[in-house]
């Protein structure tokens, strides 16, 4: 069975400063994961998507997150945070019905909040 | 660029009424899904289709029904609203590509208080 825990509800950074919001998961085969954000009042919008290719993955507005096996991370970072990235963030993780179907298993969220 | 449409970005229904949410979009994707957003819970799976006229259930279908007579909308009914269902409602949709792995669209969200 396939599942996601955030570790952080609430992640609070100065602008400037490194963010990084932690994500463990749980499947039975390898996964593909994604990370996903969304703005107040606003849609999800993709981050980045890992799906067994390279282990380290570049996304949108500077993100990145790393695939790692040994510890089932995949840790969402960014080297300096800007004011716009205050967000709720998703992690999430596939799993499929049917065969080719990709339905997905979404983390509780972390609320990143950035201060000037 | 895809988009997910929804039909109302707000919206107040009294107990009891029925509730339609529609969702249109614009990829001919095959997969359109209906999740509720909940604070501290993140995304919960109601009900998704896969095909025209095929229907599947989510994590959280009770109380709810979908309508899929349209390759592009995929309907979420409410048959009769409780305050328990105030929530955001997001629709998603995607293209079946490798086994895992399908990126989802979603519309904007519709909020719906139940009085």
């Known amino acids: 069975a396939q599942s996601v825990t955030q570790l952080d509800s609430h992640v609070s950074v100065s602008e400037g400063t490194p963010v990084l919001l932690r994500c463990n998961y749980s499947?039975?085969?390898?996964?593909?994961l994604f990370w996903y954000v969304q703005h107040p009042n606003k849609g999800l919008q993709l981050l980045l998507k890992y799906t067994s290719a390279a282990t380290l993955v570049k996304g949108i507005n500077g993100f990145e997150a790393e695939f790692k096996k040994s510890e089932t991370s995949f840790h969402l970072t960014k080297p300096s945070a800007h004011m716009s990235d205050a967000a709720e963030y998703f992690c999430?993780?596939?799993?499929?019905?049917?065969?080719?179907?990709?339905?997905?298993?979404f983390g509780k969220g972390t609320k990143l909040s950035v201060k000037p | 660029d895809v988009k997910v449409t929804q039909s109302s970005r707000y919206l107040v229904k009294r107990t009891g009424e029925k509730v339609f949410l529609e969702c249109v979009q614009d990829m001919d994707h095959e997969n359109m899904f209906w999740y509720r957003q909940d604070p501290g819970l993140g995304l919960r799976l109601i009900y998704f289709?896969?095909?025209?006229?095929?229907?599947e259930k989510g994590d959280i279908p009770e109380g709810y029904s979908v309508s899929r007579e349209k390759k592009e909308r995929f309907s979420l009914i409410l048959e009769s609203a409780s305050t328990n269902q105030t929530s955001m409602y997001l629709c998603a949709s995607s293209y079946p590509g490798l086994a895992g792995g399908d990126e989802q669209f979603f519309g904007p969200g519709t909020r719906l208080t139940v009085l």
């Open positions: 499947s039975s085969y390898s996964p593909s």
């Open positions: 289709s896969y095909d025209v006229k095929m229907k």
């Open positions: 999430v993780v596939s799993w499929n019905y049917g065969g080719s179907q990709g339905n997905l298993i």
